[in-house]
T-cell receptor
Framework: DAGVIQSPRHEVTEMGQEVTLRCKPISGHDYLFWYRQTMMRGLELLIYFNNNVPIDDSGMPEDRFSAKMPNASFSTLKIQPSEPRDSAVYFC?????????????FGPGTRLTVL | KQEVTQIPAALSVPEGENLVLNCSFTDSAIYNLQWFRQDPGKGLTSLLLIQSSQREQTSGRLNASLDKSSGRSTLYIAASQPGDSATYLCAVRRGSARQLTFGSGTQLTVLP
C-alpha cells in the first residue's frame, strides 16, 4: 500500500488566493482526518470524516476553510481567501474503524506558505 | 479538555545510551495512546499504540508504557543510534472520540 498521499507537497501563494490541498487515504480506511501543524500551536485537528461524511469540524478556524470528501478515496481542504497566518504544514491521516487499535496513519503533509 | 504535555522539549544524548521520553495527560478516560516519530520536514510515522487496557507495547528497541491512573506514558529507547534523532510525539484518543490530542513533542538528538 502506498500509504496516505497528499498533494501538493509544497505550496507558495499570495494572500487572497484560493488554495486547495488534496488527500488520498489508505484504501479501505473509513476515517479521514485533516490536521494543521504550526510552531506556536503544534498539531491541531481541523476536521474529520467517517464514510465520507463530516463528523466534527469544530477545529476549522473560520469560514475561509472548507473540506470535502466526495468519495472514499479523495478529500480536499480549501482555503479561500488565504492569509499569511494560514502558513503551516497540513496533514491528512486515515484510519480503519474495525481495526482494534483504530491507529491513524499520516501522509507526508503539505507545507503551505502564504505571502 | 484533554491536555497532553511532553517533557523535556529537547534531549541530547550520546550514541548507545538508553533513554526515556515522557508524556502526561490530564484526562485518564483515554481509549488509547499513540507514539509517533517525525523527521524534519516529513510526516508522522506511527511507532507504537497502547490500548487503554494495556500496560505496555514493544517494537524492537522501543518500549512504551501506559499508566492511566497517573496520566502518564513513557517511551523507552534502548541503545540509541544517530538514526533515532527526530521529534517524538505522543497523542491520546479519548473515549468514543476519534480525534487525537497531541503533545508538543520531544526533539531527540543522538550524537555519534
Amino acid at each position: 500500500d502506498a500509504g496516505v498521499i497528499q498533494s501538493p507537497r509544497h505550496e507558495v501563494t499570495e494572500m487572497g488566493q484560493e488554495v486547495t490541498l488534496r488527500c488520498k487515504p489508505i484504501s479501505g480506511h473509513d476515517y479521514l482526518f485533516w490536521y494543521r501543524q504550526t510552531m506556536m500551536r503544534g498539531l491541531e485537528l481541523l476536521i474529520y470524516f467517517n464514510n465520507n461524511v463530516p463528523i466534527d469540524d469544530s477545529g476549522m478556524p473560520e469560514d475561509r476553510f472548507s473540506a470535502k470528501m466526495p468519495n472514499a478515496s479523495f478529500s480536499t481542504l480549501k482555503i479561500q481567501p488565504s492569509e499569511p497566518r494560514d502558513s503551516a504544514v497540513y496533514f491528512c491521516a486515515s484510519s480503519y474503524l474495525a481495526g482494534e487499535a483504530n491507529e491513524q496513519f499520516f501522509g507526508p503533509g503539505t507545507r503551505l506558505t502564504v505571502l | 479538555k484533554q491536555e497532553v504535555t511532553q517533557i523535556p522539549a529537547a534531549l541530547s544524548v550520546p550514541e548507545g545510551e538508553n533513554l526515556v521520553l515522557n508524556c502526561s495527560f490530564t484526562d485518564s478516560a483515554i481509549y488509547n495512546l499513540q507514539w509517533f516519530r517525525q523527521d524534519p520536514g516529513k510526516g508522522l510515522t506511527s511507532l507504537l499504540l497502547i490500548q487503554s487496557s494495556q500496560r505496555e507495547q514493544t517494537s524492537g528497541r522501543l518500549n512504551a508504557s501506559l499508566d492511566k491512573s497517573s496520566g502518564r506514558s513513557t517511551l523507552y529507547i534502548a541503545a540509541s543510534q544517530p538514526g533515532d534523532s527526530a521529534t517524538y510525539l505522543c497523542a491520546v484518543r479519548r473515549g468514543s472520540a476519534r480525534q487525537l490530542t497531541f503533545g508538543s513533542g520531544t526533539q531527540l538528538t543522538v550524537l555519534p
